[in-house]
Nanobody
Framework: QVQLVESGGGLVQSGGSLRLSCAASGSGFSIYAMGWYRQVPGKQRELVAT???????KYADSVKGRFTISRDSAKDTVYLQMNSLKPEDAAVYYC???????????????WGQGTQVTVSS
């Protein structure tokens, strides 16, 4: 079983910064990808940033140069450093991890519970 716990959301003024964290716990899995998504009411959940084994990252165009995704493999934790926040960044942010389950060697994906980010103008 895999559990994800997110933290770090909150209220920030436009231009401010927040750092989100998502820690995975449990046993019998190996993480190969971690990412952050966001969703606002009435819209589809969208990709914000991902990081895969080897450290390759991918960002949505809207956050490039402002957000940085990183991973602490020893802690099975992924971070999202968000700088120069804009009101349009306000959303519920979800982490997602891709894992290989042991010993079946099958792949699975898990979502965090979501954390609210509010940006005041």
């Amino acid at each position: 079983q895999v559990q994800l716990v997110e933290s770090g959301g909150g209220l920030v003024q436009s231009g401010g910064s927040l750092r989100l964290s998502c820690a995975a716990s449990g046993s019998g899995f190996s993480i190969y990808a971690m990412g952050w998504y966001r969703q606002v009411p009435g819209k589809q959940r969208e990709l914000v940033a991902t990081i895969v084994d080897g450290g390759s990252t991918k960002y949505a165009d809207s956050v490039k140069g402002r957000f940085t995704i990183s991973r602490d493999s020893a802690k099975d934790t992924v971070y999202l450093q968000m700088n120069s926040l804009k009101p349009e960044d306000a959303a519920v942010y979800y982490c997602k991890i891709g894992v290989t389950l042991i010993p079946t060697m099958s792949d699975a994906a898990y979502w965090g519970q979501g954390t609210q980010v509010t940006v005041s103008s």
